[in-house]
C-alpha cells in the first residue's frame, strides 16, 4: 500500500542521547515535511523540504535536523535529546506546487527522560 | 506563531446534530485545508479550498471561506459517532509551501 512508513512507532530515549526518526515515503512526492504535535498546541512544522537536495526551517526547527539525500528518505535527527523534545513526531508529503493535499505517516512517540 | 485557530477548542454534540468549527488566520493564503485526526492517528486530508472560492461540499462536509475575515468555517451535517475526531484547518501560503496547521477542535459525537 502507497504511502508514508515512520519508525520507530515509539521510543523512550535518555536525556543527551542522539535520536534518528525515519520516515519514506513510496509516492514520489517532492515535498516532504516533520511536525511536531503536542497537547493543545497542534502541529508546529520542524523542518521540511520542498525538493532531494533541498531543506528549509519551520516554526520550531531549533535541536532537529534533516537531510534529504533522495526522494523517498527524510530523516529527522535529534542531536542531543532534552525533555522538551516529548512529543509526537509526524512525517508529511506532496507534490507542489500541483496538489495541496499532505499524505502523513502513523506518528512517532518521542519521549525524552 | 501558528497561522490559523480553531474555535471552539471543543465540541459535544448528539448524533444526528450537525457540527461547526471556525478557522481563523494572519495572512495572505492560496488555499485552506480541513484535517481530520482520529485518536492516536495520523491526520487525513478531508478537504481544499482555493483563495478565489467561497464555497465547497464534500459529502457531509461544507467548507466557507471568507478572505476578507481571513476565516473558514466547517460544517458537518447529520454527524455520527465515527465523525468523533479531532478536525484541524492548515493554510497553505502563496510561494511558500510550508503549510501551517491550528490548535484543532475535538468533537466528539454522543450516540
Known amino acids: 500500500i502507497a504511502g508514508i512508513t515512520q519508525a520507530p512507532t515509539s521510543q523512550i530515549l535518555a536525556a543527551g542521547r542522539r535520536m534518528t526518526l525515519r520516515c519514506t515515503q513510496d509516492?514520489?512526492?517532492?515535498?516532504m515535511y516533520w511536525y511536531r504535535q503536542d497537547l493543545g498546541l497542534g502541529l508546529r512544522l520542524i523542518h521540511y523540504?520542498?525538493?532531494?537536495?533541498?531543506?528549509g526551517k519551520g516554526e520550531v526547527p531549533d535541536g532537529y535536523s534533516v537531510s534529504r539525500a533522495n526522494t523517498d528518505d527524510f530523516p529527522l535527527t535529534l542531536a542531543s535529546a532534552v525533555p522538551s523534545q516529548t512529543s509526537v513526531y509526524f512525517c508529511?508529503?506532496?507534490?507542489?506546487?500541483?496538489?495541496?493535499?499532505?499524505?502523513f505517516g502513523e506518528g512517532s512517540r518521542l519521549t525524552v527522560l | 506563531s501558528q497561522q490559523g485557530e480553531e474555535d471552539p477548542q471543543a465540541l459535544s454534540i448528539q448524533e444526528g446534530e450537525n457540527a461547526t468549527m471556525n478557522c481563523s488566520y494572519k495572512?495572505?493564503?492560496?488555499?485552506l485545508q480541513w484535517y481530520r485526526q482520529n485518536s492516536g492517528r495520523g491526520l487525513v486530508h478531508l478537504i481544499l479550498?482555493?483563495?478565489?472560492?467561497r464555497e465547497k461540499h464534500s459529502g457531509r462536509l461544507r467548507v466557507t471561506l471568507d478572505t476578507s475575515k481571513k476565516s473558514s468555517s466547517l460544517l458537518i451535517t447529520a454527524s455520527r459517532a465515527a465523525d468523533t475526531a479531532s478536525y484541524f484547518c492548515?493554510?497553505?501560503?502563496?510561494?511558500?509551501?510550508?503549510?501551517?496547521f491550528g490548535a484543532g477542535t475535538t468533537v466528539t459525537v454522543r450516540a
Open positions: 508529511a508529503s506532496r507534490q507542489v506546487p500541483n496538489t495541496g493535499e499532505l499524505f
Open positions: 509516492m514520489r512526492h517532492n515535498a
Open positions: 479550498i482555493r483563495s478565489n472560492e
Open positions: 492548515a493554510t497553505d501560503p502563496f510561494n511558500d509551501y510550508k503549510l501551517s
Open positions: 495572512t495572505s493564503i492560496n488555499n
Open positions: 523540504s520542498n525538493t532531494a537536495g533541498t531543506t
